[in-house]
């Protein structure tokens, strides 16, 4: 446990690191987007020595760390807004996202995925595979816009993008959902092709267990390891803010947030994103790996 946790202190620290640089690496001056490019010299250098940027990089740096570490993520260049206020309410609509697209992708990737197993090398895998196949090719800038057009703007059924009603989520939901259960169809496939024939489902046949428990009880546990990595995978991904989907829906998650603060220059803001969707990751990571002991007991990390 402790090895988990210095490892995950020093990723966070290299993405802190690295972020910092990167952003101050790209072209562009974020007290030129504020003040135009009509601006005095003096206004520039007046606000440029406002913000801090006039100070070297390293202490620039330092100072970021120093207001980290008490848990002040600073405040927004162009708005000098609290950053803490602006994550408290994207990021949830990001979770809520994330955690409904994740759902959708289960609820239709594992069936199909266990279905094209029993079905393997007939007309219905073939069927399934080509679907899955088909999904996992669509990318979300195309296949966003495709459901927005038919459910949208020809059948009306449900908003073209926002967030005003309940509703709203459905459409990102499906671009993010689809996608993830042509990956999940095809690993469950594999997976559980892997297992079927093994000595002991042959055994668990053998004593009279039904069809229905043999597949769900002993095959699918032994195949979950494969899909568990999959799905804490795909869930640090949508927990690190699926840039063009919230884009293209006007979702105002954690991804259209750094977007945002990329194109204004927003460096605080930018900084703060990438911290969260690094801690994200992590986060998730230490939750798959609990679910490998879940899901075979066998399984031993070093602690």
Not at 127 to 142: D, E, G, H, I, K
Not at 153 to 182: K, R
Not at 272 to 291: G, H, P, R
């Amino acid at each position: 446990m402790l090895k988990h946790l210095f490892n995950t202190v020093i990723v966070v620290f290299g993405v802190l690191v690295l972020t910092f640089l990167l952003i101050h690496l790209v072209p562009g001056d974020p007290v030129e987007v504020m003040l135009g490019e009509s601006a005095s010299m003096a206004d520039r250098t007046q606000l440029r020595a406002d913000l801090g940027l006039d100070q070297p990089l390293i202490q620039q740096f330092g100072s970021y760390l120093a207001k980290l570490s008490h848990g002040d993520f600073g405040r927004s260049i162009h708005t000098q807004t609290p950053i803490i206020e602006l994550i408290k309410v994207r990021y949830p609509a990001t979770l809520k996202l994330a955690v409904l697209s994740l759902l959708i992708g289960l609820c239709i990737g594992i069936p199909l995925g266990i279905y094209a197993a029993l079905k393997a090398n007939h007309w219905q895998d073939l069927v399934v595979t080509l679907v899955s196949v088909r999904l996992s090719a669509m990318p979300a800038f195309w296949l966003g816009p495709m459901l927005m057009l038919i459910f949208a703007v020809w059948l009306g059924w449900l908003p073209v993008s926002g967030m005003e009603s309940n509703t709203s989520i459905i459409l990102p939901a499906l671009t993010l959902g689809f996608g993830l259960s042509a990956i999940l169809t095809r690993m469950t496939r594999t997976s559980l092709l892997e297992v079927l024939n093994d000595d002991y489902i042959r055994t668990a046949r053998a004593k009279g267990l039904s069809e229905r428990t043999v597949i769900l009880r002993h095959a699918l546990r032994a195949a979950l390891l494969p899909i568990i990595t999959i799905v804490g995978l795909q869930m640090g991904s949508l927990l690190a803010g699926t840039v063009i989907t919230e884009t293209i829906f006007s979702w105002d998650g954690i991804g259209r947030l750094l977007v945002e603060s990329i194109e204004k220059r927003d460096y605080p803001i930018t900084q703060a994103c990438v911290l969260i969707v690094a801690l994200s990751y992590v986060l998730v990571n230490l939750l798959t790996d609990s679910l490998y002991r879940f899901a075979d007991p066998r399984v031993k990390f070093a602690s």
